[in-house]
């Protein structure tokens, strides 16, 4: 899709490429969450619950399922550095796990689901094009679809504010529609590499997050959400 004239923003440390100018002193969660109204959880917000976003513990995320394998996972200060940017990323576009209610990155270091979340790598045979694959707290997580196709415009969407020119998204098989969910994420894709644009699926996909994006500007209350579609 050739390079964006915009000046990428992203770097994986120790590749060659810029410094990140994240850093180890990323934006805080607080910072960033500070232009989303919120909504009550039943399952709590203690900090001490959360591993560090500069703070990569190989037993609080998942392992690297199918889609990742054989080709270049990232680890360490390279993982941290891009869930950071995602972290950004998804608040932009409102990628937002509704049952927890908090950007979707912070699956990533919430202890309490240490096998689920987010794993990167970069194409073997093509490092400008970045696999990450999702892997949802149980498999029967009814957000699946909806949070894999956002993250999947979100990424792409955003595309001048990383160096990889797509970023391909897929369930893990571990979710029981996951074949159904990744058929529609590899069409999405197909449309994105033939047009270098983000379709809008007419049977709704942003649906979900449409609506929290509302209610939120809104101020609405937890009673608003009831028919959302759990």
């Known amino acids: 899709m050739g390079e964006s004239l915009v000046p990428k923003m992203f770097s994986a440390v120790g590749s060659g490429r810029g410094p990140n100018i994240y850093g180890s002193n990323g934006t805080s969660d607080r910072s960033v969450s500070a232009g989303m109204r919120g909504f009550s959880s039943p399952f709590g917000n203690d900090e001490a619950l959360f591993d560090s976003y500069d703070a990569f513990v190989p037993a609080n995320v998942p392992e690297p399922g199918p889609f990742l394998d054989g080709h270049d996972v990232l680890t360490g200060k390279e993982h941290l550095a891009f869930h950071r940017l995602t972290r950004e990323l998804f608040e932009k576009r409102t990628v937002y796990d509704m049952t927890f209610n908090y950007n979707l990155a ?70 029981h ?27 709704g996909d942003e649906g979900m997050t449409a609506r929290i994006e509302r209610a939120l500007q809104e101020d609405r209350t937890d009673e608003t959400f009831e028919d959302v579609p759990f």
Not at 157 to 170: F, I, K, N, P
């Open 106 to 175: 912070r699956l990533n270091i919430d202890t309490r689901h240490p096998d689920a979340g987010y794993r990167y790598a970069e194409e073997a045979d093509d490092p400008t094009v970045l696999r990450a694959e999702f892997t949802p707290t149980t498999p029967f997580c009814p957000q699946a679809h909806t949070l894999t196709i956002a993250s999947f415009r979100a990424w792409n969407g955003l595309s001048d504010r990383h160096e990889y020119d797509l970023v391909r998204v897929r369930s893990a098989p571990t979710h």
């Open 177 to 203: 529609q996951s074949d159904s969910i990744n058929e529609r994420l590899e069409a999405l894709e197909t449309s994105y590499r033939e047009t270098g644009e983000i379709t809008t699926d007419a049977e």
